[in-house]
T-cell receptor
Framework: GAVVSQHPSRVICKSGTSVKIECRSL??????MFWYRQFPKKSLMLMAT?????????EQGVEKDKFLINHASLTLSTLTVTSAHPEDSSFYIC??????????????FGPGTRLTVL | KNQVEQSPQSLIILEGKNCTLQ??????????LRWYKQDTGRGPVSLTI?????NTKSNGRYTATLDADTKQSSLHITASQLSDSASYIC?????FGTGTRLKVLA
C-alpha cells in the first residue's frame, strides 16, 4: 500500500521556539493532505486540510497563525508550530489523500510526530 | 454539528472470541466510510473502506457493515488475536469517531 512518512518522529523543544513537521507521500502524488492532533486516549482531531498550491483550510478553533501549513509540492506538506508552548505538546499525525482516476478515494496516514514542549 | 459516536468505549475479550464494535454518525454527506486500527503511539491503519452504497465489506477477519438509512456502521472481528488489541476508529468522510479501545487477553 501507499506510504506516508513524517519527520521527525519525536521532538522536544523549549517554550517559545518553532517546530516544523514534514509529511511526505512516498509513492503517490497527493493534492490534499490533512493534519490531525491527538491527545492521550482521545481520537484524532482534524486541524486543517492542506491543498497543494493553495492556502490551507483550518477547522474552527485552530489558529492559522499558530499552526502554519505549507503544501508546496504534490508530495510534501509541512506543519510549523510557531512559538510553541507546553499546551501544544501532543501527537501530530498527517495523512495524504490518494484518489486515482477510476480508483477509490483513500487516506493514508503517517506514523505521527510526538511533540513535547518544555 | 457532525458527530461520530462509537460504542463501547472500551472492550475486553478473550483470545479467539468474536466481537462487534458500533458506530453511529450524523455526518452527511460523505463519499465513503472507513474503519481504522490504531496502535498506541502510531498512525491509523485502514481496515475497510465502504462507499455510501455498499452494505458490507470484509478484510480477512474484519467485516464492516453500513446502514445509510439508520446512519450506523459496525465492525465485526472474528477469532480475535492478541495483536488485535488497539483502538478502532470509525470515520465517515473525514470526521473521526471517538474510538473503541479493544483489549484481547490470552
Amino acid at each position: 500500500g501507499a506510504v506516508v512518512s513524517q519527520h521527525p518522529s519525536r521532538v522536544i523543544c523549549k517554550s517559545g521556539t518553532s517546530v516544523k513537521i514534514e509529511c511526505r507521500s512516498l509513492d503517490f502524488q497527493a493534492t490534499t493532505m490533512f493534519w490531525y492532533r491527538q491527545f492521550p486516549k482521545k481520537s484524532l482531531m482534524l486541524m486543517a486540510t492542506s491543498n497543494e498550491g493553495s492556502k490551507a483550510t483550518y477547522e474552527q478553533g485552530v489558529e492559522k497563525d499558530k499552526f502554519l501549513i505549507n503544501h508546496a509540492s504534490l508530495t510534501l506538506s509541512t506543519l510549523t508550530v510557531t512559538s510553541a508552548h507546553p499546551e501544544d505538546s501532543s501527537f501530530y499525525i498527517c495523512s495524504a489523500r490518494d484518489y486515482p482516476q477510476g480508483g477509490t478515494d483513500t487516506q493514508y496516514f503517517g506514523p505521527g510526530t510526538r511533540l513535547t514542549v518544555l | 454539528k457532525n458527530q461520530v459516536e462509537q460504542s463501547p468505549q472500551s472492550l475486553i475479550i478473550l483470545e479467539g472470541k468474536n466481537c462487534t464494535l458500533q458506530c453511529n454518525y450524523t455526518v452527511s454527506p460523505f463519499s465513503n466510510l472507513r474503519w481504522y486500527k490504531q496502535d498506541t503511539g502510531r498512525g491509523p491503519v485502514s481496515l475497510t473502506i465502504m462507499t455510501f452504497s455498499e452494505n458490507t465489506k470484509s478484510n480477512g477477519r474484519y467485516t464492516a457493515t453500513l446502514d445509510a438509512d439508520t446512519k450506523q456502521s459496525s465492525l465485526h472481528i472474528t477469532a480475535s488475536q492478541l495483536s488485535d488489541s488497539a483502538s478502532y476508529i470509525c470515520v465517515p468522510g473525514y470526521i473521526f469517531g471517538t474510538g473503541t479501545r479493544l483489549k484481547v487477553l490470552a
